[in-house]
């Protein structure tokens, strides 16, 4: 990304991470191509660790594209920080509360611009006990519904070595990161449908299936099931059937 297009406080942001970056972390970056160069875009990590931020925002940037983060509003209240996170353009969300509309709005705005939106599904860390994808939220699928900006998945590991959510415990060492980025999801038999709870649920399944099979491809083993259907429930006509 040229510099000359970045305002002040982009630029401040960019000369605290990424050196930061390079120091902290040793890393393999693949299939950045597919990353789209231009034009609205979600992108959807997945999420191992509080760190992993900062590592998907340095691949993003380093791949030509400003990464604006959905995150908790919690973080636009810490000092400097927040005002910070402003000035850089990233989008606070209220779960739960009719601010979450303000966000949606502003996500829109993002994408109408030509911005890169990074939505983390998960909506926190993953409580996966080997760190693969947990159960998404809707609100990437809802996004994509309502504007029909591509969801591009991005898979990220190793961040977990720095801070890792199941010790809580953070390590200074030097850290070997991998990310990729996937192709489109293809969400086009759900295009035009209205925004139904069922019909958001597919889609989110659709993206997080996407996302963990991405992740497969820079981790060894074989991916897990996503999560375990609860058992269906079974009616009374159908037990006297």
């Known amino acids: 990304m040229a510099q ?25 970056w693949l299939h950045r191509e597919k990353l789209p160069r231009s034009s609205g875009v979600i992108l959807v990590p997945n999420h191992v660790s509080h760190f992993d931020p900062l590592v998907v925002a340095h691949y993003v940037y380093k791949s030509g594209r400003w990464p604006r983060f959905l995150g908790k509003a ?17 989008v606070p ?20 611009e030509g911005g890169a939106v990074v939505i983390y599904p998960e909506g926190t860390t993953t409580r996966e006990p080997d760190l693969w994808p ?42 070997h990161v991998t990310v990729t980025t996937g192709d489109p999801i293809d969400l086009s038999r759900w295009a035009g449908l209205e ?17 963990r099979d991405l992740l497969g491809t820079i981790r060894d083993g074989e991916p897990p099931a996503l999560y375990v259907r609860p058992a269906r429930r079974v009616t009374n006509s159908e037990d006297a059937s």
């Open 74 to 90: 919690s973080l636009w209240r810490v000092p400097i920080v927040g005002s910070l996170l402003v000035k850089t353009f990233q």
């Open 195 to 211: 925004p139904s709870r069922p019909v958001l649920e597919e889609m989110t399944e659709k993206i997080m299936l996407g996302i």
């Open 4 to 28: 000359r297009g970045l305002t002040f406080w982009q630029r401040f942001a960019v000369m605290l991470v990424v050196p930061t970056m390079t120091v902290w972390t040793k890393r393999t």
């Open 134 to 175: 947990m159960r998404g939220k809707t609100g990437a699928a809802r996004l994509a519904l309502l504007t029909g900006a591509p969801v591009v998945p991005i898979a990220n590991w190793g961040a977990q070595q720095v801070f890792d959510p199941r010790t809580n415990k953070l390590k200074l060492t030097r850290a």
């Open 93 to 112: 969300v209220e779960r739960g509360s009719v601010e979450a509309v303000k966000s949606l709005e502003a996500l829109v705005a993002a994408l109408a």
